[in-house]
């Protein structure tokens, strides 16, 4: 029991020093000061007086040493930090998490999904829809879906990730415009579903892959940005149908584990539902196969994973 609460403690404390490295003094209300300053963003001292509480405390907490925050500590941590919306909210869920009053479940490793779910998916057609785990790994998608995001499915059933896809993928590169916006936010939806649990196996591999071959991940990863998805606009430049802008919604999927469906569409009559309605009859696949039921790799995968050796919308 100690170590798990050594280890949430210090997600929590690697959470505040990534968001104290992101706040300049003069947004703070602080002079800058002469000279070079050796730390991003706020020094320890400087957070800890803005917050109101000791420096000793909060090298604590940083450390990973001091577990229990009250809820007024950690609003005054928010409030010094300029957290707002998701930010903010992961605050107080990293702190309930450090001190054991709260505790989140883990994803399903299960990733079938339901037929209700699947039925879900033809039924929306033409509309392109498809559903993501928790981690945004792809389970299912309806014809439009699947051609939606091309290339992905000449990978192995196990490695159709988005968040990978975005950047591995060399489609996936110039699939998405903006696409440095695009994965900003994948990375920080990726952050916030992995703050309840950080060892997940899943979630390891997925991370420590994309550490290793993408220094934009990686770069992204380290910044502890969040976000939760939960709709929104999309411009692409499909290689098939063309440029398209698309509105998505996401449903969370109950009693799946995070499963979540996202599905897009486009304004009647215009020249984004133009695009989009032809990703119904292009001619992506030559042998298509039943939904939620992905065909054998036809491309090269992508090279394995690293073993884990340690621990890390679409």
């Given amino acids: 029991m100690a170590a798990a609460a050594d280890t949430r403690g210090t997600e929590l404390g690697r959470y505040l020093k990534a968001r104290r490295a992101q706040v300049r003094p003069e947004e703070a209300g602080l002079p800058a000061g002469a000279g070079v300053r050796r730390t991003p963003g706020l020094r320890r001292e ?46 107080h869920e990293l702190a309930e998490l450090a001190s054991g009053r709260f505790s989140e479940l883990s994803a399903c490793s299960d990733h079938t999904v339901r037929d209700s779910v699947l039925r879900m998916l033809e039924s929306v ?5 498809y559903v993501v785990s928790r981690y945004n790994r792809v389970l299912a998608a309806n014809p439009p879906g699947r051609r939606l995001l091309p290339g992905l499915w000449d990978w192995p059933e196990d490695q159709r990730n988005l968040t990978r896809y975005l950047f591995l993928h060399p489609l996936g590169r110039t699939l998405y415009e903006p696409w440095a916006e695009t994965v900003a936010l ?3 939806h990726l952050r916030k579903v992995a703050g ?12 420590g892959e994309l550490v290793l071959k993408s220094p934009e991940f990686a770069r992204l990863w380290e910044r502890y940005d969040v976000c939760e998805r ?37 304004a009647p009559g215009t020249p984004d539902e133009e695009a989009m309605l032809r ?35 679409g």
């Fill in 279 to 313: 990703l119904e009859s292009v001619d992506a696949h030559p042998q298509p196969t039943p939904v939620g039921h992905p065909e054998p790799a036809a491309g090269p995968a992508p090279a394995a994973a690293p073993a884990r050796t340690h621990a890390p919308v």
């Fill in 196 to 207: 309840a649990d950080p060892d997940d196996p899943e979630l390891t591999v997925l991370v």
């Fill in 46 to 91: 400087e957070l800890a007086v803005l917050a109101g509480v000791s420096v000793d405390y909060y090298i604590r907490l940083e450390r990973g040493r001091e577990t229990n925050p009250s809820p007024a500590v950690v609003d005054a941590l928010g409030r010094a930090l300029r957290l707002r919306g998701d930010a903010y909210e992961r605050l």
């Fill in 125 to 129: 057609r033409p509309l392109p829809a």
């Fill in 230 to 266: 939960g709709g929104g606009q999309k411009s692409f430049q499909h290689p098939k149908v063309g440029p398209m802008t698309l509105t998505y919604e996401v449903m969370q999927l109950a009693r799946t584990g995070g499963q979540r469906m996202v599905v897009y569409q486009a």
């Fill in 186 to 188: 994948s990375v920080a």
